[in-house]
């Protein structure tokens, strides 16, 4: 059994509310606009990173973090990409990445909007967790907490918080 925390878009935030909510997790997964290498590094520190890069993040970011990340977690098969859409509007490039791999669960990121949505077409369950940063046009902050266990995902809690600036 595994408890995963999913982010994405922290644009360079990862502030105490972010290791509060993901101090019990077993890893930590990033769905791409991490914002340097230097705040991947401080992740990774605090708990196992697995990301990938978003269209922020530079070329050293885009060296270590591949565009398309694709795994297995407890059983689950995972794929998780930064621009990915969310099911009957799916990124092409995912489409053909979800119908090669067939993941149980998909991650994108990029729209800072939280959206979670089973897709019976690829029988897959897709998850945005929206941004956790404080860049973007988001009213408010999001992440989302998930177990994995023996070939099944539960217990999904979704943190929030109100954005601190108005950038």
């Not at 922020?56 to 885009?62: F, L, N, V, Y």
């Not at 089973?118 to 988001?138: H, I, K, R, S, T």
């Not at 994995?148 to 943190?159: L, T």
Request: aromatic share 10%; hydrophobic share 40%.
């Amino acid at each position: 059994m595994k408890r995963i925390g999913i982010i994405s878009d922290t644009h360079g935030t990862f502030d105490e509310r972010l290791r509060e909510f993901l101090k019990d997790v077993d890893e930590i997964w990033h769905a791409g606009d991490i914002g340097s290498l230097e705040l991947a590094d401080r992740i990774a520190a605090f708990k196992p990173l697995r990301a990938v890069c978003g269209n922020i993040d530079g070329g050293m970011t885009r060296r270590v973090y591949p565009t398309f990340l694709s795994f297995e977690c407890e059983g689950v098969r995972v794929l998780m990409t930064h621009i990915g859409g969310y099911p009957r509007h799916y990124d092409p490039r995912a489409v053909q990445q979800i119908q090669e791999l067939r993941p149980k669960l998909f991650i994108a990121g990029h729209s800072h909007i939280l959206k979670v949505m089973y897709d019976p077409v690829y029988e897959l369950l897709a998850v945005n967790p929206g941004a956790a940063g404080e860049f973007g046009f988001q009213k408010v902050r999001t992440a989302i907490r998930l177990t994995f266990d023996a070939g099944e995902m539960r217990d999904m809690e979704v943190g929030e918080w109100p954005r601190d600036s108005a950038r």
